[in-house]
């Protein structure tokens, strides 16, 4: 029979071991919980984005409180270790971010709204900069929250770009779409001495801008101006609404011999072009959209594919004459890395109707370059020469009814427009292809530049010259080349 002094001394030994039982325990339970390490918020024109780092991929659930305004963001089995940073007071979105448990064990961030807002998020794997990330972004649920920012270097008072200026106008500005390549949670490149590709083409994108506005004739759509992320297809999307008439991306290439130097320009390739024709007749959205004056979407798919086909083979060509006239002022600068226009399926480039280049402005991780890239003279200069390239183009292949076009020049036409000795028209095309263009006011739409130089296109003989066509072409002889077959044989 166990003594009293026996029953205290078990119940001491039972407690210390309960004890110890939930002091192994308790690091197991945390371990189940995945650790939320903090956030970041980036604040774009028309949305904010907000990021959360985890340090492994997370369950979540996002919806919208009323009265007031919130957006909770709750996450299963996780703990925030680190504190949330405050909101931007400039912010018409996102007045602030708090956080909370849930339940025990779960994490609940709470977004403090100035306004509804719709949402969507998802999640990023790790790269060479973060770890797993969830990633929120939040825009005006009605009309869009800040005011739609055209160019940062000219006059808000009087706006001279095409979004109050359009294409038939006569005197028109030449615009010029400048996409500083990367941004917010996309850093780009890093350079050795840590220079962020983001923060480089930003700043030359601006001096770049600056450069077209004080160019009699030009403006600057600047695609970012601040520190936040674009998608690809939006910044051709906004290319596309401002109605430019050239698109060019600014980047930093890297490489892993540091010893590599140089610039290089970009057009898209064929296979580029060819995929992007296939999705733009596919889209209902893509196919909405004017190419050339003319809605695809009121065509038949025979007319559509012919003129998306004709309007990229006229955007391709004068995207490499663009490019050249920039990589000949680049060779004057310094190192090319390559002395010939490139090629690739850059997503940025594929604007079906906007000729569109990217310059790869020096390797980044070249300590020598970097270095040069961070300097603001070198930005300078790299900026005017850029813009040189850019006027020479224009100067060159002036879009009709722009102030370019009206300059005099020998060999110009009524509106100033370089003529396009044989050009193909939409009229020669029906007319080859036997489409009916009921509809189609003919009479509007334009002779497509560059066109006349494509191998399977021969002049027209019933407007020679590549003046305007005849509302009803004559009956006989199609001014297209043999080579290029009808539907069907």
Do not use: C
């Not at 890093?190 to 801008?209: C, F, Q, W």
Request: glycine residues 8%.
């Amino acid at each position: 029979m166990a003594t009293p002094l026996t029953t205290r001394r078990l119940k001491t030994a039972l407690a210390l071991l309960l004890t110890l039982l939930l002091v192994a325990l308790a690091p197991v339970a945390a371990a189940g919980q995945v650790s939320v390490e903090g956030a970041r918020i980036w604040n774009a024109p028309d949305h904010t984005r907000i990021v959360l780092d985890a340090a492994a991929p997370i369950r979540h659930r996002v919806f919208s409180l009323d009265n007031p305004h919130r957006l909770v963001v709750d996450i299963t089995d996780a703990r925030l270790t680190a504190d949330l940073p405050p909101a931007d007071a400039d912010d018409v979105l996102v007045a602030g971010l708090r956080s909370g448990v849930r339940e025990g064990d779960d994490l609940r961030v709470v977004l403090d709204l100035k306004q509804p807002v719709k949402a969507k998020s998802f999640q990023l794997k790790p790269n060479g900069t973060y770890g797993h990330r969830l990633v929120i972004d939040v825009s005006a649920r009605t009309q869009p929250a800040r005011a739609r920012v055209v160019s940062r270097t000219s006059p808000a008072a009087t706006p001279r770009h095409l979004s109050v200026q359009p294409k038939g106008a006569r005197d028109r500005d030449v615009i010029v779409a400048v996409d500083a390549g990367h941004g917010g949670e996309d850093p780009g490149a890093i350079g050795p001495a840590g220079t962020h590709e983001k923060d480089v083409t930003l700043a030359i994108s601006r001096k770049l801008a600056a450069r077209i506005d004080r160019q009699r004739g030009m403006r600057a759509v600047l695609i970012r101006d601040g520190d936040y992320y674009i998608a690809l297809r939006q910044r051709i999307a906004k290319a596309r609404k401002h109605q430019a008439d050239l698109f060019v991306s600014i980047h930093a290439d890297a490489f892993r011999d540091r010893r590599v130097r140089g610039s290089s320009v970009y057009t898209l390739s064929n296979g580029g072009a060819t995929s992007e024709a296939a999705k733009w007749l596919a889209e209902r959205e893509n196919r909405a959209d004017l190419i050339g004056g003319v809605s695809l979407a009121e065509q038949n798919d025979v007319l559509a594919g012919v003129l998306l086909d004709m309007t990229q083979n006229a955007t391709l060509e004068h995207s490499s004459i663009a490019a050249s006239r920039v990589l000949s002022k680049l060779r004057a600068l310094g190192d090319v890395h390559q002395t010939r226009i490139q090629k690739a399926g850059f997503a940025v480039l594929k604007s079906p109707d906007i000729p569109s280049m990217l310059v790869e402005t020096a390797f980044i991780s070249n300590p020598d370059e970097e270095k040069r890239l961070r300097s603001g003279r070198y930005q300078d200069k790299l900026a005017d020469y850029l813009v040189q390239g850019i006027v020479d183009y224009f100067k060159e292949y002036p879009p009709p009814g722009t102030r370019f076009a009206r300059d005099d020049a020998p060999g110009r036409d009524g509106l100033g427009a370089l003529p396009a000795a044989g050009a193909v028209t939409f009229a020669d095309v029906a007319w080859h292809y036997d489409l009916d263009l009921t509809g189609v006011r003919l009479a509007q739409a334009p002779v497509l530049p560059g066109i006349a130089r494509h191998p399977h296109f021969q002049p027209s003989d019933h407007h020679p010259g590549g003046g305007s066509p005849p509302r009803q072409p004559p009956p006989r002889q199609s001014p297209l080349a043999s080579p290029l077959p009808k539907p069907g044989d």
